[in-house]
């Protein structure tokens, strides 16, 4: 019974969806840490290590995307909503939003400082990760 | 003499002279003036027409061009520009300009 419930577990865990924040191959940010990322993403900061920074988001119904807010963010989709309502009076407005991790993809390699999230399937080898994460 | 007396004394005569002087003459004077001096005020008219209905149509294109200008300087500050640098692979700005065209 144990056996069946381990098996279990380690399926639920390898099929787990993991995903990565990436930046350009020639930025200098090595790493980063869960609380830079929101920072940066809630646009309360826009400079990590030296380096100001771009976050861009993917699109509301990516995967990606709620899982960045759930597991990074910490904030739901209401929350996030209002944060910004009152922001915009500030003169913030949220990350840029790409539609695809292609154009995500495409977007880094262009911009040395764009710093984004992609699922980790979509992944190449032309950018840098700087930090993973899980569902 | 006999001859002219005649001639003022012949009602028809007289009928004839009243006729070219109340119909005739004043037609013959309007028809001059008409063909000398009329008929550059005529042009000059026409002319300070068209200059008016010309310029008419290019304030109407200038319009159109201010306009033109306004929404392309609004499109270009869309968020969605940023695209251009992902060469647009999701097709939004493509989808945009496509619909902007229809309208």
Known sequence: ?135 | MPFFQSYKNSLFHKLLLGFLLVGFFPFLVLYLYTIILAEDRLADKIISEQNVQAQIIIDSIDSYFISLQKEIRFISRLDLMDDIIADDLDKRISHLLIQKKRI
């Open chain 1, 1 to 135: 019974m144990s056996k069946l419930f381990f098996l279990l577990l380690l399926s639920i865990v390898l099929h787990a969806n993991e995903y990565v924040v990436i930046v350009n191959k020639d930025s200098h940010i090595e790493t980063v840490s869960q609380l830079q990322l929101k920072m940066l993403f809630l646009k309360k900061t826009k400079i990590i290590n030296d380096m100001t920074l771009i976050p861009i988001n993917l699109n509301f119904s990516n995967n990606a995307r709620s899982s960045f807010e759930k597991n990074i963010l910490h904030m739901s989709r209401k929350k996030l909503k209002s944060f910004w309502i009152k922001q915009h009076y500030f003169g913030k407005r949220p990350p840029i939003i790409m539609r695809s991790s292609k154009s995500v993809l495409a977007f880094i390699k262009n911009i040395q400082e764009a710093i984004a999230y992609i699922p980790k399937k979509d992944l190449t080898d032309d950018v840098k990760v700087i930090y993973k994460w899980r569902d």
